[in-house]
């Protein structure tokens, strides 16, 4: 279904939890403190945040996973059920709200509605090419692709999003991480990688586009 990433101190949230998600197929990542989740996000396609974590807070990684990935699915978890607190933890991006203490079964049925809003599915591509984000498997025209990495993290990336425009910043926040000392080109250099083994022809491409100035997309529809 999806990558999955669970966000609380309490073990025994992230156990039961995590149990209904893996039931309902995703592939759950877990997490206890804010700087593990924010070591973690890059690699998932939604988080369930608690509020009250130590040291970074839940509300502050939300806040900043916002800002960085304005359509990344967000829901926050929290004790304080007052209407206020609610509407700041909307405020600062969270698509959803679950008050403690809760139905497990309530917020697989909220991640799976989140991810059907969101259109995160597991399979994504179109006009012959295929790539399953759980098994990790591409195929081209029924042919099967071989691809480090960092070709699948991007074309996956850029499949699940068709139309929407990534810069070259986005993409290395995305796929390589906020915190990796690498250069710009280095997307370029990977791109062209990935484009060879779908025999993109760079004056027509099937599937990726160059966006001039601003960085690539892939083309809706395709």
């Given at each position: ?32 403190t804010g700087v593990q989740a924010r070591a973690l996000l890059p690699e998932v396609d939604l988080a369930v945040l608690d509020w009250m974590l130590p040291g970074v807070s839940g509300l502050d990684v939300a806040r900043e996973q916002r800002r960085a990935h304005p359509d990344f699915p967000l829901i926050l978890l929290s004790a304080r059920g007052e209407e206020e607190d609610r509407l ?135």
């Open positions: 279904m999806a990558r999955v990433l669970i966000v609380d101190d309490d073990p025994a949230i992230l156990e039961i939890l995590g149990a209904y998600l893996r039931a309902d197929g995703h592939d759950v990542r877990e997490a206890s700041r933890g909307l405020d600062v991006g969270a698509d959803d709200y679950v008050t403690k203490p809760f139905s497990p079964r309530e917020v697989a049925a909220r991640v799976r509605a989140l991810l059907r809003r969101s259109g995160v599915r597991d399979v994504v591509g179109g006009a012959g090419l295929s790539v399953n984000a759980r098994t990790r498997e591409v195929t081209l025209d029924g042919a099967a692709l071989t691809l480090t990495r960092l070709e699948f993290e991007l074309l996956l990336t850029l499949a699940g999003h068709p139309g929407m425009v990534w810069t070259r910043e986005r993409l290395l926040d995305r796929v390589w991480g906020a915190d990796d000392p690498v250069v710009e080109r280095v997307v370029d250099v990977h791109l062209a990688g990935l484009r060879r083994k779908l025999g993109e022809d760079a004056a027509r491409p099937r599937f990726i586009e160059t966006v001039r100035g601003v960085g690539y997309r892939f083309r809706d529809g395709a």
